[in-house]
């Protein structure tokens, strides 16, 4: 909410003399009884004359293409001379003997605009005739200001100070739930809180009324609570707004209209009480509170026609619908030139039948907004009374002696609260008194109860946000300022470890891809389901057993990932597409798995059993914790040290063992033919025999089909199936040698290197320290469809140095043992 300080000192002033503050203080005291703001911007600066002055005559130019007058203007001795100011004006809105505020040669308005004497039009024009706009109230103005009489006194002097001087704009965030501080009433009160000042509540007893105007018949299907009608006859149709009323609505953001809808635009700034002005002779007969019928049309004041829904609440007479109640009006019964009697509506509405149909026409207004946080009931009758008071005293008129009202004042509930409370939550002591008075500052009204440690507290129907002892508590805390609870660290349990084994984990496999060189992305939680089209993966696969998102943020992304790759890829996609071709990623992300069709609802009435709760927790997505690494272009450069070298398959795989390492398991690999991976350049990984995940080069007819990069490699492999383990292997420390031998075995084409590796370590026996291989040949010289693994053998033993000849004699049995098993044939 908009708010000019000056409104704000000069309502809080009158009961408290002499109180000022800075810009810096209110909005610190914003601040202290828990109002954000989103900042506060002064007025621009004017310098120079800037004085009051009456139009003595005017001389309408004809002779150009748009209609321009030269005025007279009396200032006063303002100019020196006492004599009459000739300025050329454009604006039509006033006339002669209006009084105006005039800015003369000297004068630097907003913007740096510099007034001086000059020629235009055929005349010297010495100053400008000023808007509001031009004086830096608002941003846009129809037409000058015109002033009221009241200022002839003031001719010559300076009007920045009459017109209100300089001032400061805030602007307010209010929560959803304090619908009361969208006035100056609601935030005065906050404010006298946060700087100790008394508050007078600004609205009074309401008038007495001599019967009734018109019938309402106001429907229990539009769930509204209170609706009000008074009516003003023979007011002036062309009488203005005073200043001061449009200055503090301009700077609320309100744009002046009228003297009627001004009014009721003031009255909801000030009191929070939304109101709404027909011109009476345009309604015919009674009124009729309803639902609308769907498909009714309706033209409302912004002259859009809309069509309405069976929930929007309207306003009815005779001729048909003249206003969307809480919303906005309509232009059947709008105040207009002529407008002489006027009915001012003040009524409170559901605010929830106001939010739905404020969302259902995406037709948001300073009414509506107020409607759907809720407004004080119990203000109608004043709300009314003040708006007639108001548009008699400046445009004339009498108030029907008649008032209206359909409704009552919901009875104030009351809530006990135990007084220790607010002390138990808070960790800091608050007496009794001090509880009692903070509750009475926010208009509460505190008793005794039967139980002497509570108390009943009588809630104010504008507070429609406190409904139980902890609002009420919310309240004390904020007002005796919750910078005074102290902050105290939990003292950590005997034992405590910190982080969780899984915590643990998650971190060393984060940290060990990052050093490992990989950039960590955090994958979207949301695919596209036609990318396993794309993949062409069977339709049983398990992947495509997704969870369907019901209101999706993306159209194209309405299920919860399986895996993490699609996001990963169109991440390098991106890079790609920006020319950073070389590129290496890592995610670490749960994903979703569809375990039932639809989730079982047990009786809320009761605490479900057992058995239900564990049928539910099934229903629910199996949601495994994945990583996920992808790689594209150079992994290592080429420059002085020696040629680059491309990201291949084998990284990919090595980023799978980086996983095992930091998890600190051991995996095995196996060539496997998964989608979306190359069927020739793809590891399944294992762990105790299970597959966890797969690693390798990406097929080249889906990279195509998805704009990647040829030659693009990933991994993914499931964390959350990895076992816990304690892997502390003992060291072996020996001063004697190491020797190693090679072996080169020829084997078919379709053994995997890893299967003969394994099988040379178990057949070469314990003095084996490790197996490596270094090198693969394919040649005719080999035959068809046969490859040659060669490896290095490193041999130790603990206590003595092993000769050639001991070594040699476990090579041989390793090799024996592959010829056993996988036909294998040592290579000369």
Known sequence: MLISQNWLHSVLGEHNPGWTVTSEE?????????????????????????????????????????????????????NGTGELQGIICGARNFEEGSLVPVSLPGAVLPGGFEIAARE????????MICSASELGLTEKSEGIITLDESYAQHIGDDALTLLGGAD?????????????????????????????????????????????LIDIDLREETKAIRFGLRKVTGIAPNADSPFWMQRILMLAGQRPVNLATDVTNYVMFFLGQPMHAFDANKVAGNLVVRNAQAGEKFETL????????AEDVVICDDNGIQSMAGVMGGTTSEISDETSDVYFESATWDPITVARTSRRHKLSSEASRRFERGV???????????????????GGGHVEEGRTIVGDVPEAPVVSMDVSKPSRYAGVDYSRETITARLEEVGCSVSACDNGNAVDVTIPSWRTDIAEDVDLIEEILRLEGLEAIPSILPIPTIGSTGLTAAQKRRRAIGHGLAYAGYAEVIPSPFVNAEIFNTWELDADDERRNVVSVQNPLEADKSVLSSTLLPNMLDAIARNVARGRTDVSLFGLQQVSFKRADSTPMPDVSKRPSDEEIEQLVNTLPAQPLHVATVGTGNLEFEGPW???RAYTYADAIESARQVARSAGVEIEVENADVKPWHPGRCAAIKVGGKVVGYAGELHPQILKAMGLPARTCAMELDITALPFTENL??????SFPSLHQDIALVVDEDVPAETVRRTLEEGAGELLESVELFDIFRGEKLGESKKSLAFKMFFRAAERTLTDDEVNTHRLAAAELASERLGAEMRA
């Open 729 to 734: 292997p003992e060291p072996v420390l020996s």
């Open 302 to 309: 912004d002259h859009v026609k809309r069509e309405l829904f």
């Open 376 to 394: 004080d009931p119990a203000i109608v009758e004043y709300s009314l009374d003040l708006a007639c008071e108001l548009l008699v005293q400046y």
């Open 168 to 212: 400061t704009v805030f602007d307010v965030n209010i929560t959803p739930d304090r619908g009361y501080a969208l006035s100056m009433r609601g935030l005065g009160r906050e404010i006298a809180s946060a700087f100790d000042l008394k508050f007078v509540d600004p609205v009074g007893e309401a008038s007495a009324a001599n019967g009734s």
């Open 26 to 78: 209110l909005d610190a005291g914003f601040v202290r009884v828990g109002f954000e703001t989103e900042g506060y911007e002064p007025l621009p600066e004017i310098k120079g004359p800037v004085v009051i002055g009456r139009v003595e005559k005017i001389e309408e130019l004809t002779d150009f293409k748009k209609p321009i007058r030269y005025c007279q203007v009396n200032v006063g001795q303002a």
């Open 642 to 644: 020696g040629e680059g």
């Open 120 to 127: 235009t039009y055929g005349h010297i024009s010495n100053g």
